[in-house]
């Protein structure tokens, strides 16, 4: 579909209105720590950055210029094996990417395998 100029406008006034309300959260986020009253050092809780650097530290990050901090951990995601005919993981659960109308066919197909093979053992 085309993009329309009602569309581009609201999207337009949608960034301006981020903008506008980024600076208007901040001022409020050192206010409500301030008022803490706490023993802690301010300046040690928290650091102040735009928008603008965040973008370019993220598109330095992407291009592998600036290396990621080390603090960060890397998550290990167990593998899945899926079985081709049934399509299920060694959990019995289908692929998140699997849609429902799909599952339904497998389960559907499943059924109807196992229907014939009693009848055949019988």
């Given at each position: 579909?085309?993009?329309?100029?009602?569309?581009?406008?609201?999207?337009?006034m949608?960034?301006?209105?981020r903008?506008?309300y980024?600076?208007?959260?901040?001022?409020?986020l050192?206010?409500?720590?301030e008022?803490?009253?706490?023993?802690?050092?301010m300046a040690?809780?928290y650091?102040?950055?735009?928008?603008?650097t965040?973008?370019?530290?993220?598109?330095?990050?992407?291009?592998?210029?600036?290396?990621?901090p080390?603090?960060?951990?890397?998550l290990?995601?167990?593998?899945?094996?899926?079985?081709?005919?049934?399509?299920?993981?060694?959990y019995?659960?289908?692929?998140?990417?699997?849609n429902?109308r799909?599952?339904?066919?497998?389960?559907a197909?499943?059924?109807?395998a196992s229907?014939k093979?009693?009848?055949?053992?019988?």
């Amino acid at each position: 579909m085309a993009k329309s100029i009602r569309s581009k406008w609201k999207r337009k006034m949608r960034a301006a209105k981020r903008e506008r309300y980024a600076v208007k959260e901040l001022i409020q986020l050192k206010k409500v720590l301030e008022n803490d009253q706490g023993d802690v050092d301010m300046a040690a809780v928290y650091t102040v950055t735009d928008a603008k650097t965040l973008a370019k530290q993220q598109s330095e990050r992407i291009r592998g210029d600036l290396k990621e901090p080390e603090s960060m951990m890397e998550l290990d995601k167990p593998q899945r094996n899926y079985n081709p005919s049934t399509l299920k993981d060694q959990y019995g659960n289908y692929p998140v990417w699997m849609n429902h109308r799909k599952i339904k066919k497998m389960k559907a197909k499943q059924r109807k395998a196992s229907r014939k093979a009693k009848k055949k053992k019988n």
